[in-house]
């Protein structure tokens, strides 16, 4: 290929089906371009353990470009099974923010990674009926590990994430106290983005992590890491549109949330994949 571009997908709500799974055929598909030297990766929210599983049918080589998981938080060689890169909270902010939600009922999950690299995700309380789902979706589908604790000083290793699944008004209230702590600080120390569930209308997502985190950031990597002349990303929600502010073209499944159709360049109608493979024949790049 003469033009070195990056295809950068999101998965949830993107390229993945409705149930959470990748379409056997796109993974065939998106195996059949890789061999002929199309660089396609995956900028994700979710963690290691999730993509592992979802991403099973997939082949990663020494070639293949890594991955971004958690919003940006890690850049991972699938094929090493490295990760490259990785943001992580200060010992401090993580239990300022802690304190700060506490003492609100505020309960959100807790991800930390020990010297090892292995992640483990902490909760103090599971207060709703949507963070024990997603809890126990984990634990059963894709072996997750999970501990409770009951004070941060029994948080083992780094902490890196946080992620609150909660009510709309919830999740804006949350948001709420970290725009007021931002306003007290000379240097934001931290980022978030928050977003309606892919497959519950009624339950939100917020997400914290260090300011050096974002799909921004992944793009950023991994465009200096592969060398690319030009990164097309695809996505369909509100945390995709850091990763959108980055990326050379920009394009939006049709479900998209409308904030992120209106900054796309493209709408990709018939998928991700088909997308991608249809750019490249016109092109006559494969």
């Not at 009926?129 to 604790?149: G, L, N, Q, W």
């Not at 949330?257 to 088909?274: F, M």
Request: with cysteine; glycine share 4%.
């Amino acid at each position: 290929m003469s033009e070195r571009i990056l295809f950068l997908s999101d998965l949830d709500g993107t390229l993945l089906q409705p149930d959470a799974t990748l379409d056997p055929d796109d993974a065939r598909r998106i195996n059949a371009l890789t061999e002929r030297g199309a660089m396609i990766s995956y900028a994700t929210a979710r963690t290691i353990q999730s993509v592992r599983h979802i991403l099973a049918d997939i082949r990663f080589t020494a070639s293949t470009p890594p991955i971004s998981l958690m919003n940006g938080v890690f850049i991972r060689d699938m094929a090493r099974g490295a990760y490259l890169d990785c943001a992580a909270f200060s010992r401090e902010t993580a239990e300022q923010l802690l304190s700060i939600f506490s003492c609100r009922s505020l309960h959100p999950f807790v991800y930390a990674v020990d010297d090892a690299g292995k992640l483990m995700t902490y909760y103090r309380e599971i207060p709703n009926s949507a963070m024990k789902a997603f809890m126990d979706e984990r634990v059963t589908r894709y072996h997750k590990p999970f501990r409770r604790f009951s004070d941060p000083s029994e948080i083992s290793g780094t902490m890196v994430y946080f992620c609150l699944i909660a009510s709309m008004q919830e999740v804006n209230y949350a948001v709420r106290l970290l725009e007021d702590r931002l306003r007290h600080m000379e240097v934001p120390d931290i980022r978030f983005t928050y977003y309606r569930d892919h497959y519950d209308e009624h339950v939100w997502y917020l997400e914290i992590f260090d300011c050096r985190a974002s799909k921004q950031h992944a793009v950023d990597f991994l465009r200096s890491y592969t060398g690319a002349d030009r990164v097309i990303c695809f996505g369909d929600n509100l945390n995709d549109l850091p990763m959108f502010e980055a990326s050379d073209f920009r394009v939006a499944v049709k479900n998209a949330n409308p904030a992120l159709i209106a900054q796309a360049d493209e709408i990709a109608v018939d998928g991700v994949v088909t997308w991608i493979e249809t750019y490249l024949k016109f092109r006559n790049l494969i």
